[in-house]
């Protein structure tokens, strides 16, 4: 059975009113949802059963990917079981009875505010960073400081009582979060009809033109790669990368591509095989 279908809880790094608690209630309205303070702390909660599954941003439109959790992923023992996205949409929120032109500061995440900073300087606010979007509306619920306001999505504003003073004040209208759902547990989805993509760490040997003789069965092969992203090693002498191909390793064309791959390389891991998300518009295969 997969960890989808059988999961009660589902942790997420940060306060609750996140984007990626946002995610959780779009993705599994049914379960609840376990803030964490870190994401080490949502690997964790899963890793000891806390919880059956992590919610956890990967990548950003906008801001490009979530170092921290490329770090952690290779060694952070869990499994890749499922994908969402999430459009961001950011609010300018505010105690009640706030004006927007009573607002000096404004309080939120450093990418959030990165995210809006055209809106920040057309109205003259000056950005305050935070850890999370959900902990700066939280403080400005609960400290009230004349003036400032917070960043963050219409979850916390629910949550934590506050007004929007203006909404979808990002700068660019593409700003999706892709996530990836992670359990304790492996699973391998039967290849039926579906799309899948299947995600994957892998460390070349240090020798010349490794990284071509590597990938050259990817493209031998006709898989498509959608993403390919190195990491330098403390001794700046070799590259660890991290992979998504649109594929099912059971299928001839990924599992020649991913012998060939091992062939050249010193290390090689899958992190999971799940349904390509609808978002990717990649549709079923016939």
Do not use: W
């Amino acid at each position: 059975m997969s960890p989808l279908a059988r999961a009660r809880r589902v942790a997420f790094q940060g306060h609750a009113g996140a984007y990626s608690h946002l995610a959780c209630r779009q993705t599994f309205p049914e379960l609840e949802a376990l803030p964490c303070p870190s994401f080490e702390d949502a690997f964790a909660a899963v890793r000891d059963g806390s919880v059956e599954l992590a919610m956890i941003p990967i990548e950003n439109s906008v801001a490009g990917r979530v170092a921290d959790i490329h770090l952690l992923m290779p060694h952070g023992n869990l499994h890749i079981v499922g994908e969402t996205f999430l459009r961001v949409n950011h609010q300018l929120l505010a105690p009640k009875g706030t004006r927007l032109d009573e607002l000096t500061h404004v309080h939120s995440h450093e990418q959030a505010l990165g995210q809006c900073r055209r809106y920040l300087q057309r109205h003259g606010l000056s950005p305050v960073v935070h850890a999370d979007t959900a902990g700066a509306a939280r403080m400005v619920a609960e400290e009230c400081p004349p003036s400032h306001g917070a960043i963050a999505s219409t979850l916390a504003a629910e949550v934590y009582g506050l007004a929007i003073l203006d909404t979808g004040i990002e700068d660019a209208d593409h700003n999706t979060t892709r996530f990836v759902i992670l359990a304790a547990e492996p699973y391998l989805p039967d290849a039926g009809d579906s799309t899948f993509v299947t995600s994957f760490v892998f460390r070349v040997r240090n020798v010349p033109a490794a990284l071509y003789k590597a990938l050259g069965g990817f493209a031998t092969n006709g898989v498509n790669m959608t993403k390919l992203e190195s990491y330098v090693e403390p001794d700046f002498n070799q590259a660890f990368f991290y992979a998504d191909v649109i594929a099912h390793p059971s299928e001839t064309p990924l599992a020649n591509a991913l012998e060939e791959l091992a062939f050249f390389s010193e290390e090689l891991r899958l992190l999971g095989t799940y349904p390509a998300h609808t978002f990717r518009g990649l549709g079923r295969r016939s």
